[in-house]
């Protein structure tokens, strides 16, 4: 449920030693507007055995954020397959968004020999053109996928660079429950009007992509 409105001035706290709110019927109109807001599903794609999930359409100045959700994202390879994105400004033609991030990372061994949060230069990218990983390692297991979101700031701004910031949880070929953390930004004052996902090898086998503009 999305909150529209509060108006500051017709909540008011009583001295405190009685902490209790009590509600002032005056108001001189000094009120908040739209402070809330909602997600609003713009498309869903079902990927089987797909070498690529595009959304080519929707990403507009409509809204001012976008996110997409990835859920259980099952690669049809088990050879430490990595699920990946990247822009485009010209309507999906090319998907060659040049880009800066930052890509760290937490896991745990499913035998509990293991646990590490760190850093990974491997998988960030210093002005590159490049697939941005945003999780390493899927495993192709019956059992294994993974999910997870990334946000994408304002992408028909031809004034600013367009900041993403993205988190996935997924199952290791190796067993073992991994969170990739990845954040950037396009370097471009250009609209990105398109963005694409894929495995860094081999087909998705399954999984499913949402698409919401956020009001």
Same mark, same amino acid.
């Given at each position: 449920?999305?909150?529209?409105? $509060?108006?500051?001035? !017709?909540?008011?706290?009583?001295?405190?030693?009685?902490?209790?709110?009590?509600?002032? #019927?005056?108001?001189?109109? +000094?009120?908040?507007?739209?402070?809330?807001?909602?997600?609003?599903?713009?498309?869903?794609?079902?990927? #089987?055995?797909? /070498?690529?999930?595009?959304?080519?359409?929707?990403?507009?100045?409509?809204?001012?954020?976008?996110?997409?959700? +990835?859920?259980?994202? =099952?690669? *049809? #390879?088990?050879?430490?397959? @990595?699920?990946? +994105?990247?822009?485009?400004?010209?309507?999906? /033609?090319?998907?060659?968004?040049?880009?800066?991030?930052?890509?760290?990372?937490?896991?745990?061994?499913?035998?509990?020999?293991?646990?590490? $949060?760190?850093?990974?230069?491997?998988?960030? &990218?210093?002005?590159?053109?490049?697939?941005?990983? &945003? /999780?390493?390692? %899927?495993? *192709?297991? !019956?059992?294994?996928?993974?999910?997870?979101? %990334?946000? &994408?700031?304002?992408?028909? /701004?031809?004034?600013?660079?367009? =900041?993403?910031?993205?988190?996935?949880?997924?199952? @290791?070929?190796?067993?073992?429950?991994?969170?990739?953390?990845?954040?950037?930004?396009?370097?471009?004052?250009? *609209?990105?009007? *398109?963005? @694409?996902?894929?495995?860094?090898?081999? !087909?998705?086998?399954?999984?499913? %992509?949402?698409?919401?503009?956020?009001?």
């Amino acid at each position: 449920m999305a909150l529209s409105k $509060v108006d500051f001035n !017709n909540i008011n706290v009583t001295p405190a030693a009685s902490k209790k709110l009590k509600w002032n #019927s005056s108001a001189n109109g +000094f009120e908040t507007g739209d402070v809330g807001g909602s997600m609003v599903l713009l498309s869903t794609v079902t990927a #089987s055995s797909s /070498s690529t999930v595009s959304f080519t359409s929707g990403i507009d100045s409509t809204y001012k954020e976008y996110i997409f959700k +990835f859920i259980d994202i =099952h690669p *049809a #390879s088990d050879s430490d397959v @990595q699920f990946q +994105f990247n822009g485009s400004a010209d309507t999906g /033609s090319n998907y060659n968004v040049t880009k800066t991030t930052t890509h760290f990372s937490a896991y745990h061994y499913e035998a509990d020999t293991y646990t590490s $949060v760190g850093y990974n230069t491997a998988y960030d &990218l210093a002005q590159s053109t490049a697939f941005q990983t &945003l /999780s390493t390692s %899927i495993g *192709a297991d !019956n059992d294994q996928c993974g999910s997870g979101y %990334i946000h &994408l700031f304002n992408p028909s /701004s031809t004034t600013f660079v367009k =900041h993403f910031i993205s988190n996935v949880s997924f199952v @290791q070929s190796d067993d073992v429950q991994r969170i990739d953390y990845v954040s950037g930004y396009f370097n471009t004052t250009s *609209a990105v009007d *398109a963005v @694409q996902f894929k495995v860094s090898s081999g !087909n998705i086998d399954s999984g499913t %992509i949402k698409m919401y503009g956020i009001t």
